[in-house]
């Protein structure tokens, strides 16, 4: 049990254009997943907390309005990255919280890559 | 805000031998501490994970140790294995100030290399 999908698993695309990355948990019902950056070799950075039927909390730096997260069911929530540049090529890993909020399982990540 | 320290950030071990991955925490209001393997390109994976009211956990090979009053906790494998090659993050979660939200604060990573 506790499995959660990232799609898709990598994508390449142009300066300027949106890219939109969906995180599920295909086991069990998640009120809180997670989004996370890591750039090479580095740890994980949390970037926002996303819970069913509101708004997603950000962290500190991180602009609202470029990544947009809805949270529509209790089995998916997904990232865009709007108008994006090539400062935004990363590794996004999103999690799932299913104990409560401590509890994390992690997706296995979309590389994307900025031309 | 938490801060997790980890050490070493590289250990190398031959086959068989153990390795141990030490953490420090900041925040006494942290009550669970995870621990994760990453290898390449992927996910990091749920391995083992410990809370607060106890001081020591063990599944088969890998085992955690928590000391709650010096704040470290600490990961080892015994017997290692070429495939328990890959990035290790231990974790702290922690109540997140004047917002009600807890959130899990990472440390920097160990690349553990099992040599054959």
């Known amino acids: 049990g506790a499995v959660v999908s990232q799609h898709p698993s990598r994508v390449i695309c142009k300066s300027g254009t949106s890219v939109k990355i969906e995180c599920r948990s295909l086991?069990?019902?998640?009120?809180?997943m997670f989004w996370y950056r890591q750039f090479p070799k580095q740890s994980l950075m949390l970037m926002a907390t996303?819970?069913?039927?509101?708004?997603?909390?950000?962290e500190q730096g991180v602009e609202k309005d470029k990544f947009l997260i809805n949270h529509a069911s209790l089995t998916l929530s997904t990232l865009t990255v709007t108008s994006a540049h090539p400062e935004d090529s990363s590794f996004y890993i999103c999690?799932?919280?299913?104990?409560?909020?401590?509890?994390?399982?992690f997706g296995p990540g979309t590389r994307l890559t900025v031309l | 805000g938490e801060n997790v320290e980890q050490h070493p950030s590289t250990l190398s071990v031959q086959e068989g031998d153990s390795a141990v991955i030490k953490c420090t925490y900041s925040d006494s209001a942290s009550n669970y501490f995870p621990w994760y393997k990453q290898e390449l390109g992927k996910g990091p994976q749920l391995i083992i994970d410990?809370?607060?009211?106890?001081g020591e956990k063990k599944d088969q090979r890998i085992a955690v140790t928590l000391n709650k009053t010096a704040k470290h906790f600490s990961l080892h494998i015994t017997e290692t294995q070429p495939e328990d090659s890959a990035v290790y993050f231990c974790?702290?979660?922690?109540?997140?100030?004047?917002?009600?939200?807890?959130?899990?604060?990472f440390g920097s990573g160990t690349r553990l290399q099992v040599q054959p």
């Open positions: 974790a702290a979660s922690s109540p997140i100030m004047d917002t009600g939200r807890r959130a899990l604060t």
């Open positions: 996303s819970n069913e039927g509101s708004k997603a909390t950000y």
């Open positions: 999690s799932a919280g299913r104990e409560g909020p401590d509890t994390q399982y």
């Open positions: 410990i809370r607060s009211n106890v």
């Open positions: 086991d069990f019902q998640a009120t809180t």
